[in-house]
């Protein structure tokens, strides 16, 4: 198994780069998270890998963090999830807004990942929710830091109320929420939840 790369960036064309190390190229899948903070060409690189062996395929995929790799991994053994989405669920958003997706239940977010419908952002989430403690290094909780988003900040909001996550979703995805602030979000979900 190959569990990291260190060496000279050769090439890359999205989402694929060669690494050359002491005379070999390398030639590496990388999530666009990693991809976008590639160095320059000819600079020195270091990357957590995963080598994926297939019948007719050997693939190795590269990442920035160990945290990026482990979440791929686990994204592996959810049913019927390959390494192409798995990359692209690593590419649409963060690992720890996934992780926030899955505690939260939120459907909707994740399925505006493309190659994610709403059965299969379903289907993640009750797979990943007894997953995502081993997804995250080391045993340890990582803490979330997710973008703060008037969307965002009202679900919290709405969930320390003592909402349940499926239910601030389901309020918050029958609103016309576009251009409103968190109060505004969190007024319309208290009376659509008072009806």
């Known amino acids: 198994m190959i569990g990291s790369l260190r060496g000279r960036l050769s090439s890359k064309q999205a989402p694929q780069i060669v690494v050359e190390c002491s005379g070999v ?32 395929a050997q693939i190795l995929y590269g990442f920035k963090t160990e945290d990026e790799r482990l979440m791929f991994r686990t994204l592996l053994k959810v ?3 390959g ?20 505690e939260l239940e939120d459907t909707t977010a994740m399925s505006k990942i493309p190659g994610v419908g709403k059965k299969t952002a ?15 290094p080391a045993g340890g909780k990582v803490r ?33 929420i576009e251009d409103k602030s968190a109060e505004d979000i969190i007024r319309l979900a208290l009376k659509q939840a008072a009806r």
């Open 144 to 176: 979330l830091t997710v973008v703060a988003s008037p969307r965002n900040e009202a679900v919290d909001a709405l969930v320390a109320l003592g909402y349940k996550p499926k239910e601030v979703q389901k309020l918050i995805a029958a609103l016309d």
């Open 25 to 56: 190229g390398y030639q590496v899948e990388t999530p666009m998270s990693t991809f976008l903070e590639l160095p320059e060409l000819g600079s020195d690189l270091f990357l957590y890998t995963h080598l994926l062996v297939r019948e007719d």
């Open 83 to 102: 390494a192409k989405l798995a990359l692209g669920i690593l590419s649409a958003m963060s690992t720890n807004d996934f992780r926030r997706c899955v």
């Open 79 to 81: 049913n019927r999830v």
């Open 122 to 136: 379903e289907r993640l989430i009750i797979e990943m929710r007894d997953r995502i403690d081993a997804a995250t």
